[in-house]
């Protein structure tokens, strides 16, 4: 759901991955590798053990640039928590759990769009940005499922 008085947009579903929790879970917290199944994810770079940058866009025509810093990772409980900074401000949380034949994601994000040429726009453009996201997360529940197909055997 996206907020249509701000520039703030707060979204939530769910990915059903036919892989166990914890080789899910694995995937999740190991950005680095994200540009290689999300294809939305365009580059990830590490500053530190908890911190990177990232890079992504989807079908509109702009890159956004976001730093995220791992807030909490909870291996038992499945959760995993990313702040982010830059072209958006606020956070993302998946919480993997197990569900019979496979692993359901659940992600939650709530962020502002704080992307200087493209805040003015948060409102007339919401319906486009809400579906641009939509595709994102789309994209990356296909990914995270072909490449937990392809190295579930590589664990």
Request: proline share 7%.
């Amino acid at each position: 759901m996206a907020d249509s008085r701000t520039n703030r947009f707060r979204f939530r579903g769910d990915w059903w991955v036919a892989a166990p929790p914890d080789a899910v879970y694995g995937v999740l917290v190991t950005p680095e590798d994200y540009p290689r199944w999300w294809p939305q994810v365009r580059e990830v770079v590490r500053t530190g053990p908890d911190t990177g940058s990232c890079r992504f866009r989807s079908a509109l025509p702009f890159d956004l640039r976001v730093g995220i810093r791992e807030t909490r990772r909870d291996p038992a409980a499945g959760v995993l928590h990313i702040a982010l900074s830059g072209d958006l401000d606020g956070w993302l949380r998946f919480s993997a759990s197990h569900r019979d034949p496979g692993t359901r994601v659940s992600w939650e994000q709530d962020t502002a769009l704080t992307k200087r040429l493209l805040r003015p726009l948060a409102r007339p453009l919401r319906s486009a940005f809400t579906a641009n996201h939509a595709l994102m997360m789309r994209g990356g529940q296909r990914g995270l499922r072909a490449w937990l197909g392809v190295h579930l055997d590589d664990r």
